[in-house]
């Protein structure tokens, strides 16, 4: 069990990419030959199914929730063999779930996984802290703006009450213009190392159009190359940047 990653990708903000990099990312670990499990807690934006087209799943996260379902009834297998926890999209299902179960639903975790990839809701919800407390460490997302970065600021912060080590951030969707916050100012405010920029992509959305998850639609893709260089330095060590990222 030691050797399990459980990482929570957080931030203040919605929309600043938690989900396409958790799917992302997921991928990319599993590609790398880590046995790795994407969990939907972002309960009520329940959007990672619709990446990998399981919003039509028959058992999501929130059965397991409801007490309902075990985790191994409600994994399903995506590219490269990563697994995934879909949450359920609809309303009544949604409130179904009871996210305080998060933590204990992580502990059944076969024990032979690599790494546990939760993509955490936004802001400091009861959802937000029951996924937080599921994990071991936090990896913060942001984008280049001054408010994303200040609502980053009180994620780092709850994160550090719950005893998390916030092991570093990603930058997302940096398009390197002028009024842009630099990544180096950034890293001074949250006070936690950079382990990946991601530039602004319009394959994501390409990906998104196709219902295909980018890592598979083109690899070789600026935001798929980031996301991969993020991967080798997850296996790297913490915040470390393995000779692989080079
Ligand atoms: N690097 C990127 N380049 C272009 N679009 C992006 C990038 N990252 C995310 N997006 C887009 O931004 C929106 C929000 O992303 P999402 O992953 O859903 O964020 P969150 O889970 O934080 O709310 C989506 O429309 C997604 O396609
Ligand atoms: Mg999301």
């Known amino acids: 069990m ?6 929570a990708l957080a931030s203040g903000k919605g929309g600043v990419g938690r989900t396409t990099i958790a799917a992302n990312l997921g991928i990319a670990l599993s590609k790398l030959g880590k046995s790795t499990i994407i969990i939907d807690a972002s309960l009520t934006s329940p959007d990672l199914a619709l990446l990998f087209k399981l919003e039509k799943s028959v058992y999501t996260i929130n059965d397991a929730l409801a007490g309902e379902a075990s985790l191994s009834e409600i994994l ?7 697994k ?3 949450a359920a999209v609809t309303l009544e299902q949604i409130r179904r779930a009871r996210p305080e179960r998060m933590p204990e639903l992580l502990r059944t975790v076969p024990e032979k996984t690599d790494f546990v990839i939760i993509d955490a809701p936004s802001g400091l919800r009861r959802e937000t802290i029951a996924a937080l407390r599921a994990a071991r460490e936090v990896l913060l997302v942001t984008t280049p703006d001054m408010v994303s970065v200040s609502d980053c600021m009180k994620t780092r912060l709850i994160a550090e009450f719950l005893g998390l080590t916030p092991i570093g951030m990603v930058l997302n969707r940096v398009r390197g213009e002028e009024f842009e916050i630099e990544s180096n100012e950034i890293k001074t405010i949250l006070n936690v190392p950079v382990l990946a920029e991601i530039p602004e992509d319009e394959g994501v959305k390409l990906a998104l159009n196709q219902g295909v998850p980018l890592l598979v639609l083109d690899a070789k893709s600026p935001a798929a190359k980031a996301i991969m260089g993020l991967a080798r330095r997850l ?12």
């Open 235 to 246: 296996i790297g060590g913490r915040g470390k940047v393995s000779k692989a990222a080079a």
């Open 76 to 82: 399903y297998t995506g590219p490269s063999g990563v």
């Open 84 to 86: 995934i926890a879909p």
């Open 2 to 7: 030691i050797h399990m990653r459980l990482i």
